[in-house]
């Protein structure tokens, strides 16, 4: 478990994990453009600035320069190309269910299993996007909320390690799955809810009842897509 700085540096990226996590789990297809873009920094920034690190035999301002280069670059390699971020996505949280049915049944992780559902789950997500991706944003950032939750109250895991879940005891475990279920749950309706409304066409009854034209109702599909994924030539054709 960590110790002194380490453990307070980490209590503060459990308190960021939190927020982000509930902002991801409930608004998380609405802004999924903005969360590929920050996960894709993140990500890109811990590899290049260890990265930099070390060939540099330890420098912190290469390691910090490596980092917030590399971090660019992965953000922009996220949130442009699309699919490559919906796999990612939807791999996490296959990974994810996977860890914690190993962990609830006792059993030793089996490297080809948690890959495998990796696989699979980014597969799904990258041929069904849009019902994946509001499942795998309310689940994934409800397991961030929870897991940051429970470090900032126990501290008696390391959060960062992948097999983390392995490591807690039965009662907390099982407590933090419910928990992450149900919030999950919670974040998947109200994602649900908050989704733009189509207009019901009428049926011709013979009357004036108004019927919704073409153009609304591609304006209605148009605005059900996450923000971010129309270009500025869609907006300019728009306004013509």
């Not at 590929?36 to 590899?47: D, K, R």
């Not at 959060?159 to 475990?173: A, H, I, R, V």
């Amino acid at each position: 478990m960590p110790t002194g700085g380490n453990a307070d540096i980490l209590f503060y990226y459990a308190a960021i994990a939190v927020a982000a996590g509930l902002v991801e789990c409930f608004f998380g297809y609405r802004i999924f453009r903005f969360i590929l873009g920050v996960a894709g920094f993140v990500a890109a920034a811990v590899f290049f600035g260890s990265l930099g690190y070390e060939l540099s035999g330890g420098s912190e301002p290469v390691s910090i320069i490596a980092g917030l280069a590399g971090g660019v670059l992965g953000a922009c390699l996220f949130y442009y190309l699309y699919v490559i971020g919906v796999f990612f996505l939807g791999a996490i949280l296959g990974f994810t269910i996977a860890m914690y049915v190993f962990s609830l049944m006792n059993m030793d992780v089996i490297p080809a299993v948690l890959y495998g559902a990796a696989i699979i789950s980014g597969a799904l997500a990258a041929v069904f996007q849009k019902p994946m991706l509001i499942i795998a944003t309310a689940f994934g950032g409800s397991f961030a909320a929870v897991t940051g939750g429970a470090y900032m109250l126990y501290r008696n895991f390391y959060p960062l390690d992948p097999g983390f879940l392995g490591n807690l005891e039965e009662d907390q475990l099982y407590r933090m799955a419910m928990i992450w279920f149900a919030l999950g749950v919670f974040g998947l309706v109200v994602q649900l809810m908050i989704l733009p409304r189509k207009a019901a066409v009428a049926p011709s009854t013979g009357g004036n009842t108004p019927v919704p034209d073409k153009d609304s109702s591609e304006q209605d599909e148009e605005d059900d897509e996450p923000s971010g994924n129309k270009t500025p030539a869609d907006d300019e054709t728009g306004r013509a």
